[in-house]
């Protein structure tokens, strides 16, 4: 007998009402039954990205949104600053070379912080800049990217608009769209909506729609104009994920039962009561601005992270995650986001101290989980 | 209390076992407890599609392959043939707009069967083509296209692939690809397998693997080169549709127990039956060379054809379709792909002659369950 505890950065877990909900027998979409839900869930999304506008929804990764936000807005040859710092950061430029945008790329060390006068340089430096793509969370590093300040600058530039991945950020902390001037955030299903993959959103600015009117890039199966017009009808342009909307209704509906500041302290404390645990362990974070949605941790001096990450997976039934690319076997993470509460951080803090042990690496037995339990008290 | 029986040509009625399977906790994807799905799920698409070649698979609506069979193998200004008898004919020719692709068009009136000779003819006069784009069943209307004629003609053109939507065919009749060179077979969750929308599919032939070498097409979420390097490794280049892959080993064990030959052959009756009871009932199909997908039948003079499939839906419980497009009113369709059964067609038989006498057509009671019947018996 083992039991499963996912602490993954995504998929998270999902809570049984939600994964009952989509084990009902289908409804067709082109009918009221459903639009009804459409209505729902558009209003319902709204609230959580803070904006006045549509939330588009695809039936795709977040990485479908991701090229959305390349393919809807820009021209081939247009220019665009892009922040790498991260795997993510890597994708936004991938996307952008793959469609022939010229890329300004602001390179930072994965782990740093992001300084905010960098972007501001590089749209002096490139007043032609379209759009500013980067992120709420770069996954890949548990750094949390200053946002607000970000898209206060991308304001002052009539032209340019700020993209934000926000993937690993919507429902974790505020992104509030509107009140920040956020153009674009892109969302996953499989992070703090508590729901599997296969679901991306994109919130959309006027600024951003005023954009899109002028953009000539090929583009059908992430055609936002035409995902608009079926949306206003309560409808999608091509056969929506219906299970996940389903589940998006109810996972929405907890989450307003909850309430976004209740949501984002929870983020933020079981994050938080990660750090100081692993700390208390002798270990240390690797972000500079960590993240409330997942923790990197560098594995100590002579001990291997990817055998962290295995063993917490497959001796003690927690899935965390590795490292990625160049960071593989020198971090490894634990996130806590979306349907996570303090016991589960309790049960990751315990397995990492068994896997530590074993390991090797010397430690009072129990300092992890009462450094953390300290920390959970808040909630 | 109002039961609901869900009989639309997508989404389809989906197994119980498969719907419990798909709300058990979920699994992470960057693991091997997720890869040995994928191992599995890889040889028996290999077994459903008629290939040696990888069946790949997509998070995104049947579309999202329809385009991808076009950004994967041709390059702006290349010339494609497509068959255009229905909504979908319409989407193959917008995806190879959208994309700058020059298209010569075969103009079929919609339910007419499609002549292979005038692809021959197309190809003769036009010996640049790159691809031909059509399709299995086109859902719209219930044709059944003549796929294996139109592929032989194909294959006798080095330089030109044959590109099927099989949406709503593969799992219903035979569409073996290697057989029949087939170059690309499309098809979607929601039909035949059994499961909810938001995975697609294609399996791709080295013709069409060798096209692809010389496509100049932009892409980044539908690149198929890279998903089938990650499918090699058993696994997805972006965050996969980890819930409808692990439903999907579930449907296509189902499918490998009953057989192909006796799913084409249950297939093939329930239509029959379908069509010989509405038949019975004084109505006519609409398709000449009608698909075992969906029966498309002609509403009786003065009488509604969107009233006869809101009345089959609203007070009957039966959800059907309407006609689409410039055929809204003048039909309605009933579909018998996937997980229907004879008694699923007992039920719609029976909630149309309901329906019909509730509209005031004539006919006794009972003619059309009683035709069905006999049909259904040889089951």
Redesign the interface.
């Known amino acids: 007998m083992q039991k ?1 505890y ?1 602490l ?1 950065p ?2 998270t ?2 809570p049984p009402e939600v ?2 909900k ?10 009221p039954m459903f639009e009804e839900i459409v209505a729902e869930v558009r209003e319902d999304l709204k609230w959580l990205f803070g904006t006045k506008n549509e939330v588009l929804f695809f ?6 949104a991701m ?1 959305g936000a390349v393919t809807n807005m820009l021209s081939p040859n247009d220019k665009a600053i892009v922040v790498r710092s991260g795997k993510f950061g890597d994708r936004w430029a ?2 952008c070379k ?3 945008i010229q890329t300004v790329e602001i390179n930072v060390p994965w782990g740093d912080e992001i300084d905010p006068a960098l972007v501001e340089k590089a749209l002096k430096e490139n007043p032609d800049t379209k759009a500013v793509y980067t992120h709420a969370t770069e996954t890949s590093t548990g750094v949390r990217y200053p946002v607000r300040e970000i898209a206060t600058i991308v304001k002052n530039y009539p032209n340019t608009i700020c993209v934000i991945d926000g993937i690993t950020g919507v429902g974790v902390f505020e992104l509030p769209m509107d009140e920040w001037g956020i153009d674009i955030l892109v969302a ?1 299903s ?1 992070k703090a909506f508590m729901l ?4 991306a959103f994109a919130g959309v600015s006027d600024k951003a729609w005023a954009m899109n009117k002028t953009s000539k ?7 936002w104009t035409k995902e608009l017009t079926n949306l206003q009808k309560n409808q999608t342009n ?7 909307i389903v589940g998006l209704r109810e996972s929405l509906r907890m989450m307003k039962e909850e309430g976004l500041e209740k949501i984002y302290k929870r983020a933020e404390i079981l994050a938080r009561a990660t750090r100081e645990g692993a700390i208390a362990l002798g270990l240390k974070p690797f972000a500079k601005n960590p993240s409330p949605a997942v923790t990197a941790i560098y594995a100590p001096e002579g001990i291997d992270g990817q055998a962290i990450y295995k063993s917490l ?1 497959k001796k003690y039934g927690v ?1 965390g ?1 590795g490292g990625q690319d160049h960071l593989k076997g020198k971090i490894f993470r634990i996130a806590t986001l979306g349907y996570a509460d303090k016991y589960d951080v309790v049960t990751a803090m315990a397995a990492l101290e068994f896997t530590l042990k074993d390991l090797g690496h010397k430690f009072k037995m129990g300092s992890g989980v009462g450094r953390a339990l300290e920390v959970l008290q808040e909630l």
């Open positions: 499963r996912l993954a995504g998929p877990q999902i994964l009952l989509m084990a009902e027998p289908i409804l067709h979409h082109r009918n039936a795709s990764s977040g990485t479908g090229e991938n996307i793959a469609y022939g996953g499989q599997p993959p296969g679901l890039m090929p583009r059908f199966y992430f055609n091509f056969t929506p994920a219906i299970s996940l997976w899935t995650a």
